[in-house]
């Protein structure tokens, strides 16, 4: 099993819709929770990043992030077509454990938003 | 500014070809990490340097695969006598700073095709 599930989706919602993307881990030494975009031959593109438990909003996109349940979502509001792309999430632990620095992440969610 | 650069994009090695793939990170940054993403996966952690200093490597998949980053900026993955199993991917990421994980910015990727 891995450190990390996602579910690959895919997702297809209209445009101006609600979004969310999940995922559950299984190393309680992760500390550092993050979202990146990732477009069709690029590489990923940090949208949110949150330490340890809590909600973290920014205009569109909140984070949240429950360490006791270890789920982690993205909420997208008023979703747009340009937010079509696959959706990573990466965790990462604190200094002096194996996960330091590095980033762990789930297989991606491919979301399309269609007009 | 640049962001994180990587050559070549493309590159098509005949099985048992030894091929290279360069990394040059954002100027001043001191951490550089490689990751390999297979087709519908996300990224997987290969290794990481702090300046020329091999920190970890414990993600290569096999002694065939050796990188080097000799002088603290530029970094080389090389892969030897290529296999079936190594397509994929190669991503390189740098940070400002040690640890911080949630600021590694990503280059565009070489994608690598074995025949």
């Known amino acids: 099993q891995k450190e990390v599930e996602q579910d690959p989706g895919p997702l297809s919602v209209p445009e101006g819709a609600i979004v969310s993307l999940n995922c559950t881990y299984s190393?309680?030494?992760?500390?550092?929770f993050m979202w990146y975009r990732q477009y069709s031959r690029k590489g990923p593109e940090l949208l949110m990043y949150?330490?340890?438990?809590g909600n973290k909003e920014d205009g569109r996109f909140t984070a949240q992030v429950d360490k006791s349940s270890k789920y982690i979502s993205l909420f997208i509001r008023d979703s747009q077509p340009s937010d079509s792309a696959t959706y990573l999430c990466?965790?990462?632990?604190?200094?002096?454990?194996?996960?330091?620095?590095?980033?762990?992440f789930g297989q991606g969610t491919i979301l399309t938003v269609h007009p | 500014g640049a962001g994180v650069s990587q050559s070549p994009r493309y590159k098509v090695a005949k099985r048992g070809q030894d091929v290279a793939l360069r990394c040059d990170p954002i100027?001043?940054?001191?951490?550089l990490f490689w990751y390999q993403q297979a087709l519908g996966q996300g990224p997987e952690f290969l290794t990481y340097?702090?300046?020329?200093?091999?920190?970890?490597k414990s993600g290569l998949p096999s002694d065939r695969f050796f990188a080097e980053r000799p002088e603290g900026s530029v970094s080389t993955l090389k892969i030897q006598r290529t296999q079936q199993e190594d397509p994929a991917v190669y991503l390189c990421?740098?940070?400002?700073?040690?640890?911080?994980?949630?600021?590694?910015?990503f280059g565009p990727g070489t994608r690598l095709t074995v025949t």
């Open positions: 990421a740098s940070s400002p700073r040690e640890g911080r994980a949630y600021e590694q910015y």
């Open positions: 190393n309680s030494a992760f500390q550092y």
């Open positions: 949150t330490y340890s438990s």
């Open positions: 990466a965790m990462s632990g604190d200094a002096g454990g194996t996960s330091y620095g590095k980033l762990t």
């Open positions: 100027s001043g940054h001191v951490s």
């Open positions: 340097f702090q300046n020329e200093a091999q920190l970890d």
